[in-house]
């Protein structure tokens, strides 16, 4: 019952206080839209949006991904890095939204760090299996290329071709750094993944990070990323040493019902729904109600 409880307190306060900070739109720029991209792009997003599955339009509410990539400043034509890419998120989604003149590039964790990061990853069978990870998943996803949509290609972190060295404008770490952050210590994966995404992006270039969020007063132990979350402040202060700008933050994807204890992980949620969730009721029923996790929503630029 106290599940419950919690979920209920929790959505009255969201209901108070459910408001997301707005874009600041830079002064001078031609044909913005309200959304901070130009209205074409508005226009094109929209479309891509309302064209996909009802099944990933049902994540929606929580991902807002017309507003997320609108705050990052993804447009037509740009070359995007998506880590860890999905058959939709966000892969499919950009490669429809940017176009034939645009380019997806998949970015997925290394083979080393996903031996350290263990579980089914550390088996032999899975290791083998995607040593030419890269290569498979490029053409599985230019082999299903539709008209109009801008083609594929991927590369591990820490094994960046050097043909692709400043040509992104943009790479996506949407629920991606808690493993880069949780394997530092033992293999200094955050800083290879930094440096590789420094590297990667153009002069100018952003990296958009969508991250489960820690509480700042939970210990830093807890917050290493085991348990999914990181705190805001720690994502920050590692950016920022690596060499990036953080440009502005953004609480689009806020959920203030998302208030993890130290005895939580963010797999308790939707839509995972595991350990007690999955096998009680009354729990379960306390989750969906709180929804998908609380998460900040940060824009880093590389300076030119």
Known sequence: ?????????ALAVFACDGSKADTDIAAGQAQKSGSGI??????QLDAVLTAQSDEAKARYQYRHPKETLSFFGIEPGMTVVDTLPGSVWYAGILSEYLGP?????????????RLAMGGRYASDEWQEENLTWPQNWTEKRNADLGEGRAPFSAFFYGDLPESLNGTADVILMVRAVHHFNRTEEEGGYLTEALTTAFDVLKPGGVVGVVQHRAPESNSDEWAIGNNGYVKQSRVIAVFESAGFEL????????NPNDQPTEEDYVWRLPPALGGASRDNEEIRAAMIAIGESDRMTLKFRKPH
Request: charged share 15%; net charge negative; proline share 0%.
């Open 101 to 113: 003149e645009g380019r997806v590039i998949g970015a997925n964790y290394s083979l080393s760090q």
């Open 1 to 9: 019952m106290k599940y419950v409880l919690m979920a209920t307190a």
């Open 247 to 254: 440009v502005e933050a953004n609480e689009v994807n806020a």
């Open 38 to 43: 130009s209205a074409s792009a508005e226009t």
